[in-house]
C-alpha cells in the first residue's frame, strides 16, 4: 500500500462541500484494500446489529417456550451476536485509522511539497503562524473527517439501512410510517452542516491567529520582555484565544441543539409507531415476537441516528480544512519555463532597463536599472535605506519576478535558465543569517552541499575564520547549535553563514550586509577572506560601511530605485556627488 502521489499542480479548487470531499477521498485510492476490509468489518457490524433486533423474536418465543433447545439456541444467538460485532468493530476501527492516517501523511505531504515551490510572493502576504497552522491543525481536522468520521457513518449508516431492510421486511406499512420523518430529519441535518461549515471556516482563521501570535511572542520574546511587552502581547493572544472560544462554543451550541432535536423527531416517530401497532388492520397477523423485534429495531435505530448527526460537525470543520488546505496545494508554484541548465556559467551579469514593482503597489521600486558586470568583478551597492539594494539583487535568483525590461547571465535572460540551475550558481549572505537546529556541519553543508567532505567543511570554516570558535565548542562541528543559532552570537552566525557560501564555490556570490553582524576585530578577518573568496567571482555586495568596499572594481550609488552615480572609490569622492556626501556623514560619525 504505497503513500499516493502529489496531486496535479493546478487542480480546479473545488466550489463546494460534496466537491471538496470527493477531492479528499480521490486520496483513498491507493489504499483500497485496506478500506474495502473497513467496509467488510462496517457490514459484519451492521448485520450483528440488525441481528440484535431480529433476535428478540426469539427471545420471547424461548421465554413464552422455555425448552432445553430454546435455551441452547438463545446463548448461541447472543454470544454469536457480539462476537460478530467484535469482529466488525475492530476491522471497520483499524482499517480505516490505518487509510486515514496514510491519507492524512500524504495530504501534509502535498502540502509541504507546494509550499516549498510557491514564490516568495506568498509568503509575503501569508504569516508563517498561519501556514504552520494548516500544516498541524487544519490537517488534524481532516483527520477527523476521513477516520472517525467515515467510520461512524459507513458503520452506523449500514446499521440504519440493516434496521429498515429488517422494518420492512416484518412491516412495511408501519415502516412506511416511520419513513415520513426522515425529510424533517434531513432539513434539520443539512441545516446544521452549512452552519458547522461556516463556523468551523472561522475557528481554523481563530486557530492560525493563535499559532501566528504565539509564534511571533516566543521567537522575540527579548524584544518583548526588553521592551515591556508583555502586557500587550497577553491582551492579543488572549484576543485571538478568546474569538477561537467564541466560535467553538457557537459549534457546540449547534451540536448540542441538532442533536436532541432529531432524537425527538425518532422518539414521535416511534410513538406513533406503537399507538399504530396496536390498531388490529396495520399490525394484521404480526406475532408479539415479531412486534417486539420491529419496535426493537426502530428504537435501536436511534442510537446510529444520533452518532450520525453527531459526526457531521466533524465532517464539516474536515471539509472545511481540506478546502483551505486545497487552496493553497492549488497556488499556482514558481514560474520554471527554463531550459537552460550549465553546470557553471562564466558569470558575465547585465541589468537592460529592468523595471520592478511589489504586487498592488503603484510606484516601481526599480526603474530603468540598466548595468552590466563582467565575469569576476566585483560591484558594490550604496545609498540609503530603501533605495532598492536588496530588491536589485533579489532579481538575480529569481526571488521575485522583475516586470520591465530583462536580466541576462553570460547573454541568457534569466527565464531561459531552469531555476534549480540558476540558483546553483549563486551563493547567498545576507545579514538576517538563517541557521537550523542542527549541527555545525549539517549547517555549513546545507542542502545540496550535504555530501561536501569533513575536510572541506573545515576549510571553508577556516577561511572564514569560524574555525577558532567551532573548536571551542563541546564537540566541534558536531556541536548542536539549537532554533536559528541561538547558542551563537551574532558575528559567528554571520561566519558559518559566510563559510556555507565559501563551500559553495559558486561563481555569483551576493553580499547582502555580509560583515553587518560583527565586531570591528572579526570584520578584519572576514574581510579579508571575502576578498580572497571574490576573486574570479562575480560578486554583488550591499554595504551599509563604506570602509568595507572601497576596493571594489565598482560602486553603484542608488537612491529612489535608481542608479545616480557610478565609478571607483577614488573617482566618486573626488566628484562630490551623493558618494562623497555618504561618506563624509559616515567618516564624521566614526570621528
Request: aromatic letters at 8%.
Amino acid at each position: 500500500m504505497k503513500a499516493p502521489s502529489a496531486q496535479p499542480a493546478l487542480t480546479p479548487p473545488p466550489t463546494g462541500g460534496w466537491d471538496t470531499y470527493k477531492r479528499l477521498l480521490s486520496y483513498v485510492k491507493p489504499f483500497w484494500v485496506a478500506f474495502s476490509l473497513a467496509v467488510v468489518g462496517n457490514i459484519i457490524y451492521a448485520a450483528a446489529s440488525t441481528g440484535m433486533a431480529a433476535a428478540m423474536e426469539y427471545v420471547i418465543a424461548a421465554i413464552e417456550h422455555p425448552t432445553d433447545e430454546n435455551r441452547l439456541l438463545l446463548t448461541l444467538v447472543i454470544v454469536g451476536v457480539f462476537a460478530l460485532r467484535g469482529v466488525g468493530t475492530y476491522m471497520s476501527s483499524y482499517f480505516i485509522s490505518y487509510v486515514g492516517r496514510h491519507v492524512i501523511n500524504a495530504l501534509r505531504n502535498d502540502l509541504f511539497d507546494r509550499m516549498m515551490t510557491l514564490p516568495s510572493r506568498y509568503f509575503d502576504d501569508n504569516a508563517s503562524g498561519r501556514l504552520v497552522s494548516k500544516l498541524t491543525y487544519n490537517v488534524e481536522q481532516v483527520a477527523e473527517a476521513t477516520t472517525n468520521a467515515v467510520t461512524t457513518t459507513l458503520r452506523e449508516g449500514l446499521t440504519i439501512v440493516g434496521l429498515l431492510g429488517f422494518m420492512l421486511y416484518t412491516n412495511w406499512k408501519l415502516t412506511l410510517l416511520f419513513l415520513t420523518i426522515g425529510p424533517i430529519i434531513a432539513g434539520v441535518v443539512s441545516y446544521a452542516s452549512k452552519r458547522f461549515r461556516k463556523i468551523s471556516r472561522r475557528i481554523q482563521g481563530s486557530m492560525g491567529d493563535i499559532t501566528h501570535v504565539a509564534s511571533e511572542s516566543i521567537v522575540g520574546y527579548r524584544v518583548v520582555r526588553t521592551f515591556g511587552g508583555e502586557e500587550y502581547v497577553r491582551n492579543r493572544f488572549r484576543a485571538v484565544s478568546e474569538r477561537n472560544l467564541r466560535q467553538s462554543l457557537k459549534m457546540a451550541a449547534t451540536q448540542a441543539t441538532s442533536v436532541p432535536v432529531i432524537q425527538v423527531l425518532v422518539a414521535i416517530a416511534i410513538a406513533l409507531l406503537v399507538w399504530m401497532m396496536l390498531a388490529p388492520e396495520i399490525r394484521g397477523e404480526m406475532t408479539t415476537g415479531q412486534l417486539v423485534a420491529f419496535l426493537t429495531a426502530a428504537t435501536t435505530m436511534a442510537k446510529p441516528i444520533r452518532q450520525v448527526t453527531n459526526i457531521h460537525a466533524k465532517v464539516q470543520k474536515g471539509v472545511a480544512a481540506a478546502h483551505d488546505i486545497f487552496e493553497t496545494i492549488d497556488e499556482a508554484p514558481e514560474e520554471d519555463p527554463g531550459q537552460h541548465a550549465p553546470e557553471r556559467v562564466a558569470g558575465d551579469i547585465e541589468f537592460r532597463d529592468v523595471s520592478f514593482r511589489y504586487r498592488d503597489q503603484l510606484d516601481d521600486v526599480l526603474r530603468d536599472i540598466s548595468l552590466t558586470v563582467p565575469a569576476g568583478q566585483s560591484v558594490a551597492l550604496v545609498g540609503r535605506s530603501g533605495s532598492g539594494k536588496s530588491t536589485l539583487v533579489s532579481l538575480l535568483p529569481r526571488f521575485y519576478e522583475y516586470t520591465g525590461g530583462e536580466i541576462l547571465i553570460d547573454g541568457r535572460p534569466l527565464r531561459d535558465y531552469t531555476l534549480k540551475s540558476l540558483r546553483a550558481q549563486i551563493a547567498l549572505v545576507t545579514q538576517n543569517v538563517v541557521l537550523f537546529n542542527d549541527t555545525v556541519a549539517a549547517n555549513i553543508a546545507y542542502g545540496a552541499l550535504r555530501d561536501c567532505s569533513r575536510e572541506e567543511i573545515r576549510a571553508a570554516a577556516e577561511k572564514a575564520h569560524a574555525l577558532e570558535f567551532i573548536d571551542r565548542m563541546p564537540n566541534g562541528l558536531d556541536t548542536v547549535i539549537g532554533d536559528n543559532g541561538v547558542m551563537l552570537s551574532g558575528g559567528q552566525r554571520q561566519r558559518l553563514a559566510i563559510a556555507r557560501a565559501l563551500l559553495k564555490d559558486a561563481p555569483i556570490l551576493i553580499l547582502d550586509e555580509a560583515t553587518s553582524a560583527l565586531d570591528t576585530e572579526s570584520e578584519r578577518h572576514i574581510q579579508e577572506a571575502l576578498e580572497t573568496v571574490m576573486k574570479g567571482r562575480t560578486t554583488l555586495v550591499i554595504a551599509h560601511r563604506l570602509s568595507t568596499i572601497e576596493n571594489a572594481d565598482r560602486i553603484l550609488v542608488m537612491d529612489k530605485g535608481r542608479i545616480v552615480e557610478s565609478g571607483r572609490h577614488d573617482e566618486l569622492l573626488a566628484a562630490g556627488g551623493a558618494y562623497a556626501q555618504l561618506h563624509q556623514v559616515q567618516f564624521s560619525e566614526q570621528a
